[in-house]
């Protein structure tokens, strides 16, 4: 209910008045009206209703019950008046009809029923051209012009076009001569200036009530040129939209992200940074010795442009990433130069932003890679983003930044030594390089009945009930802003040539490389493996590795396994496989484990997960089950017969 205690008179007093004037209609005379805003509607007369004018029906009809009748009448018809639920979902108001003139055809509606009403001695007088400023309210030009010294100015009412610009020129010529075009542009500059000298004929419900929207010249004239070729037709075909089947797969896969908020809870997009910056500002980049399908190669172009100076003498960098979070606040943390948290009654140490890139980037001509270094950028002594330049928000990711430092407080009060760093993985993961991730069929039954991936995770996706069809395009979309293949890719790792051809000169590959597995101190320490778990800190585990050849695609995965950091900068996932650039010093793992050097150990262990099902069925022999069941259940000989002796031999007709 509606609160009455702080209501004056005068305020009731208004609150009556203007609902008899929201009820006052052609069937409901204002004497009538009045009666029953003071007295309440008649039971008997409810079927005649609208649904508003129900909310006064004489119920129980004390002073309360008025009040909040009268409330919650005039906030139904206000709501209605003003269109609220064309923005926002109001409940009651679902099959509401808009409150605006219907556009589909507006290209070709017919001047002369369009309302120009006064709008030339208003122009002529105080709302020239170039005075975007002016407005009109109930029929009144603000900022206390008198509407009769207008007059003596306006002369016979219309502008000279010579006496403006173009551009302006064109639109009051057409404004003379009553043109959609000059219309619409004084609609889009003064909405209610059509209003002018014309309410004193109007009632309170009939006065315009589109806001004026702040537009400049360009944003207008691309609304006006929208809106004159709205002509509820068909364009023609050559003006039709026609993308290729990569940027169609983008267009029908963002309705459907949409439509299931996907961005609620999984981050599209990180934050962008546009840092201008003096030389020296920041530190090299870490260097380090790395397989060479990671090396990062920047064109001649992009690093010409990165040294690039404008005329403060100032360098220009992009970085796509965000700046190290609290843990406690799942704030962005401010440092100083050496990186270690600023309190808060501080003011003596220059503020900086630990950058944690999700994006190679190039800083002044060197290239910073991600998961090896953070960039110290000097942070805006009085807000968000960097001290010169721009911070663009990230795309999505609300819930899972939300939920960040609350997961990693209730992990810790069951084990206060649980690695907070890592709580990222521990929530909804980001979908930047989805599509360059997994493989579209896996995606697509994962879509349909998502099942539990991540041990660690402390919520679980939803089945949203999509389609088939709905979960196709999602795939696609993924798989097409990420540049790889989609529908379907050949998987030539999962080959049976291929198989062949490299264990042709490596007897016993697939077993070696399950041997890095099941060593302790490698995959099995924190993966399961089919039927076998890890022991220890859920928080740390990761999926299943005999469902890895269903979900990852092979060149996503050779790149995860050889520096897991350089995809997902949060990870706990260490480098198994270190990278040895001397083809005669082996591998990072013990030859009595897997015989061979870096990359041939790495390309071992790829080849295995990606066909753990193929060696799987090597383990395994179905011909001996078959022989144990038949000797187990061979019938016995015939006392009777002993002519023939064949098990299971059919009757004799």
Known sequence: DAPTGDWSADERKALAELAQEWLTSDAIPSARAEEFIANGIPDHLESKLKSDEKLLVKKVYNAQTRHTQLVNYIARRTISKYGCFGCHDIPGFEDAKPIGTALAE?????????????????????????DDTVQVQAGHVQAGHDEHADDEHAGHGHLDPADFDPDTSYFVQSLNSHSRDGFIWQKLRMPRSYDYKTTRNKSYNERLRMPKFPFDAGEREAIITFVLGLANEAPSEKYIYKPDVRQEAIVQGRQVLDRFNCAGCHTLKMEEWQLAFEEGTFDSPSVVEDFPFLAKH?????????????????????????????????????????????????????????????????????????????????????????????AYAAWGGDLTRYLYPRVIENAKAINPQVNGSEAWGWLPPPLMAEGDKVQTDWLHGFLMDPTPIRPAVVMRMPNFHMSSDEAAKLVNYFAAASGAEFPYEYKSRQSASYLAEQEAGHDDRLSEAMGIVVNGNYCVKCHAVEDFSPQGDPTTFGPNLADVHRRLRPDYLQRWVANPKRILPYTGMPVNIPYKADAGNLGGIAQTIFRGTSIEQLDGLIDLLMNFDTYAKRQTSVTPMVEAAAAKNRPAASSTDTSDTTPNKPPRS
């Open 106 to 130: 507006w290209g070709r509606k017919e001047s002369s029923k369009l309302a120009f009403g006064n709008i030339h001695k208003f122009l002529a007088g105080t709302g020239r051209p170039g």
């Open 298 to 390: 920047f064109s001649e172009k992009a690093v010409a442009e990165s040294l690039a100076r404008d005329h403060r003498g100032q360098f220009h960098a992009t970085l796509n990433g965000h700046p190290v979070t609290n843990q406690e606040t799942g704030l962005a943390e401010r440092v100083d130069e050496d990186g270690l948290p600023i309190e808060a009654d501080d003011d003596e140490s220059e503020p900086y932003y630990l950058f944690k890139l999700w994006d190679d980037a190039l800083v002044e001509g060197q290239p910073w890679l991600i998961g090896l270094q953070d960039l110290l950028v000097p942070a805006n002594p009085e807000g968000y983003g960097p001290a010169n330049g721009e």
